[in-house]
């Protein structure tokens, strides 16, 4: 048997062990390895899972944001009421398909609603900044659905909510006190005036 020495502590007193306990050492190695990884993994796994929600959380709302505005301007320029669109031709001719595969539309609800042009800060200016900056949105659970794009010269109020499926356990833990489990509710708003169109003839979109 093989014998090497090791110097224990600051004496010189040396001892011989054999070369067989040090290679079993090694080996012990491995499974406090295996420790730590069991340790820092759940921690990793988790910090990827919510990265990608909230990169889903990003993509989801730049797309409603970007649906909404192409559908708002078919309200403005009259080509939802020409068409005679119904609530749900609106979504599925105008909103959904401006939306992409990766958001269904039955996860989709609109609020659209004629405002009163008002003196600040009542009507139309009760949805905008002061300074026409941004939109005030105001707040939706999606159960809110009333339709009605206007007239020509009318201002209009345009609301679209969509349940985003939520998969990251905070999320979820999130989405419990909500009336739609499992689900984040993400909204975008438009409000404008309708253009001066015509209906050319055809049947008009009503209230």
């Known amino acids: 048997m093989r014998f090497f020495p090791v110097a224990l502590g600051g004496s010189r007193e040396i001892c011989a062990l054999p070369a067989a306990f040090a290679r079993a050492a090694l080996r012990c190695r491995g499974g406090a390895s295996a420790v730590e990884f069991a340790l820092v993994a759940p921690l990793v796994i988790g910090?990827?899972?919510?990265?990608?929600?909230?990169?889903?959380?990003?993509?989801?709302?730049?797309?409603?944001?970007?649906?909404?505005a192409k559908a708002s301007r078919q309200i403005q320029v009259g080509s939802v009421?020409?068409?005679?669109?119904?609530?749900?031709?609106?979504?599925?001719q105008f909103l959904c398909p401006a939306l992409g595969a990766l958001m269904p539309c039955d996860r989709v609800t609109t609020s659209i609603q004629t405002v009163a042009p008002g003196i600040y800060p009542?009507?139309?200016?009760?949805?905008?900044?002061?300074d026409f900056s941004d939109i005030i949105r105001m707040k939706t659970d999606g159960s809110q659905t009333p339709y009605c794009p206007g007239q020509p010269g009318t201002y209009v109020y345009v609301q679209v909510a969509y349940a985003m499926p939520v998969f990251s356990p905070i999320w979820l833990a999130a989405a419990l006190r909500t009336n739609r489990p499992g689900a984040r509710m993400l909204d975008a708003s438009a409000v404008f005036r309708n253009e001066p169109?015509?209906?050319?003839?055809?049947?008009r979109a009503t209230c």
């Open 47 to 68: 910090a990827i899972v919510e990265l990608l929600q909230v990169g889903f959380y990003v993509y989801q709302s730049s797309h409603l944001a970007q649906a909404i």
């Open 197 to 203: 169109y015509t209906s050319s003839g055809q049947a």
């Open 122 to 130: 009542n009507g139309f200016y009760a949805y905008v900044q002061p």
């Open 81 to 92: 009421a020409s068409a005679g669109a119904s609530a749900s031709d609106f979504k599925s």
